[in-house]
C-alpha cells in the first residue's frame, strides 16, 4: 500500500531534516537540508520533498531513489543508506530493528 504525497501537517513546509529525523526516532549524520514535503512514490516527489524508501513485498523503495533523486528529492528516509542523497535512517521496521 503506498500513501504517495504525504499530509503537510505531517511534514510542515521548512522542516529540517534534524528535527524530522529526531521526531521518528532515526539516526541523522548533520546536514542542512529544509524539508518541504514528503512522497513515499519517486513518481510523485517534487523538489525539496524527504523521499520515504522503505521494502515492500517484492521491491525496495531505494530501487528508484534515482528517479526521486531526478525529481528533486533533498533527502531519504529509509532502513538503510541512499547512494545519491542525505539519509535519515530508520531504526526499526515492521518486523523489528534494522540491523
Known amino acids: ?4 504525497r504525504l499530509p ?4 510542515p513546509t521548512g522542516s529540517s531534516l534534524a528535527a524530522l529525523a529526531a521526531t521518528v ?3 541523522y549524520r548533520d546536514v542542512a537540508v529544509t524539508i518541504t514535503g514528503a ?10 520533498d524527504l523521499y520515504i524508501a522503505l521494502p ?6 531505494l530501487d528508484f531513489e ?3 533523486f531526478a525529481r528533486g528529492a533533498a533527502a531519504v528516509l529509509s532502513d538503510r ?3 545519491l542523497l542525505p539519509t535519515i535512517a530508520s531504526r526499526t521496521h515492521v518486523g523489528g530493528p534494522v540491523r
Request: hydrophobic share 25%.
Open 1 to 4: 500500500m503506498t500513501c504517495d
Open 8 to 11: 503537510a501537517s505531517l511534514v
Open 25 to 27: 526516532g532515526a539516526r
Open 39 to 48: 512522497s513515499d512514490d519517486s513518481r510523485s516527489v517534487e523538489p525539496g
Open 56 to 61: 515492500g513485498d517484492h521491491v525496495h523503495g
Open 66 to 68: 534515482a528517479d526521486a
Open 81 to 83: 543508506p541512499s547512494t
